[in-house]
């Protein structure tokens, strides 16, 4: 148990003492309808926690009771985080929907009691009679009808006799009430829709308020605790247990404070925005905040669970800093994880007295780190090393090399630099270095003295790496939509080198790339062939810094008299073809430096883009789907292996460009084609895909999305313009990718004037 404790579990000791209950039973009762995130795991520690703690068990139970939404993939993911975390519940996975029967027989025991009513009036209705916070609610006429009447609806109900919202089933409490939930809540709604488990069976659903409540007295919960958001919701959850007069002993609600962290959302609403959007790469995507997410990026259960530890249980919401997280999966690393060396922007070193090869004796943990294991280290005469480990003009305080100051190789020798090679541009390909026989590490005997010491690899052996440097995925403190995402949360370097040990020995899966920070082997890209390294976390936080820095400080511009040909750790020279073809792509295609670069350094993707150019000549869209998408399938494939050819990727284009589809469509259409090798026109028909840019049947949309969110169209009016994008977005939702993105654009900014 916890050393201090905190007030639920100071309650749970209280009941303890006053023999309340036989054992403890809590529950961890998610909705199957997202996959969980970091706040599911602060739920997960605390009821699966308090449960051991107490020599307890804590019941696993779907609170499947909306049909529209929920989805066995996400029961299974739901599963999958609670195991990953080490968490095991008690027996079988439960699910509200196995108690549907027995809810039902309670509905109709209400009703004979007199404490239920089926009531038809409209929604909209239903929200007038409630009332305001100053003013008392007014009963429906409904709530008249006699016991007989009310069972006969409520089974005809059941039955599928009536329509959606035709009626609900209420409770009877009081329609003054100060709590506004209390003023005769629903019961029980009609749902005509297909459930993942009960299938066709069932035509009312029950309410969250009432199915929670019963379904934790069904399975003997002791202490139900849920997040702050349910604390109004508590009163319901006691009427209906004690309106029923369930035999003792029933359990009681206890509310916490939710996780809420900077930088960071937590709202299913915007995850699933971000991932059917296309803003992140699924849900497992190591920028979210999902628990795949978390775990395809590296992080352990250990460091998010300790991290749940360290943020405590609180009994207000508050904030928490990011950089808390990040502080846990470093000091869980620290002591873990191997230190190895990469090198992901490479500058060649050709050490000039140095002639033949060995194997230096590296150790892969410090001295303070008590594991054991080391390896062979090949060096050469020619190594690689940081291109910005090395500076021809050192500002102030560089320590690394320079034409006057030496450095030592890690594990390796110190090193003089004795020559800087250049291109015909003036950048900088190659140094010549000598190196000093007696500076050995571990024995040295040279009497240099050096201010660092630097990471490096063997240019014969080392293996070529795909890095991943993910960030924060939002650049505001206190993101509110897609407008606040973080433009740099990803970095992708394709030729990174690697010490080859890590590859061939495997030390592990999680290392510490010397200097650089901590990194995972990708669970989903990895090969043995084309290895995928993603950064989980730098070695210590210099986001706040960098925070300040751009608030405080005014950059001085700089200026560029070259064309950056070395982007994402591209830095081999350029052959005069691949230089040639980026000039072209630069200049008269003006492409951008990143999308030229891909292109121009790939045979197969160069020869594609241009078959696909002769077709349609839209440069810039063209090249950003070869260089993107048909990059990703050439990848592992050759040219005359694909299913489609460049004149149907051409073809696709067209249509982007004669706006019969949007880009998100056309993403689609894509994978259809690499599934089938279908024209792109054929899918667009078959499916039913094309773009919609009538303005008559957009604004209706757009009327529905604004009359459904008049809160945000205040703000909107108020000042908040980065609502906008949440318009537009939620437009762009409702027509399933298909409304014109431009016409939205323009109608919306229209009707919020």
Known sequence: MNESKDFLRTIVEEDIKAHKYNEVVTRFPPEPNGFPHIGHAKSIA???GIARDYNGHCNLRMDDTNPTTEDTRYVEALKDAVEWLGFKWEGNVRYTSDYFPELYEYAKQLIRMGKAYVDSLTEEEIREYRGTVTEPGRRSVYAERSVEENLDLLERMKNGEFKDGEHVLRAKIDMSAANMKMRDPLLYRIRHAHHYRTGDAWNIYPMYDYGHCLSDYIEGVSHSICTLEFENNRDIYDWVLDTLGLTSPRPYQHEF????INYTVMSKRKLLELVNEGYVNGWDDPRMPTIAGLRRRGYTPESILNFCYQIGVAKANSMVDVAQLEFCIRDDLNTKVPRVMCVLDPLKVTIENYEGSEELDASYYPEDVPKEGSRKLPFSREIYIERDDFSENPPAGFYRLTPEQSVRLKHAYIITCKEVI????????????????????????????????????????????????YDRLYANEAPEGVEDLNPDSLKIIKNALIEPAVITEKPDVRFQFERQGYFYADPVDYTDETPVFNKIVGLKDSWNKKVNADENTAKPERKTTEKKVQIDGEVAPMSEAEQARFDTYTGMMKLGNEVANTLARDEKLAAFFKDALSVHNSPVTLA??????VARELKE?????????????????????????????AKQVFEEMVLSGENPAAIVEAQGLVQISDPAVIAPIIDDVMSKNPDNVEKYKAGNTKLFGFFV?????????????????????????
Not at 257 to 260: I, P, S, V
Not at 729 to 745: E, H, I, R, T
């Open 637 to 665: 494939k050759e040219a005359d292996e694909l299913k489609f050819t460049p004149a149907q990727i051409a073809e696709l284009v067209k249509m982007i460009d004669d706006e019969i589809i949007s880009n998100k469509i």
């Open 729 to 753: 977005g939620q437009v762009l939702k409702v027509s399933g990718g298909k409304a014109n993105p431009q016409v939205v654009n323009d109608l919306v900014a229209q009707k919020l004037q």
């Open 257 to 260: 404070a939710r996780l809420g």
């Open 46 to 48: 605390i009821n699966f």
């Open 422 to 469: 250049k291109d015909a541009k003036g950048n900088i390909t190659e140094i010549i270095a000598t190196y000093h026989p007696d500076s050995k590490s571990g024995s040295d005997t040279s009497g240099i003295k050096v201010k660092s010491a630097i990471q490096w690899v063997d240019a014969h052996s080392a293996k070529t790496v795909e890095v991943r440097l």
């Open 624 to 629: 950003n789907i070869v260089s993107n998408e």
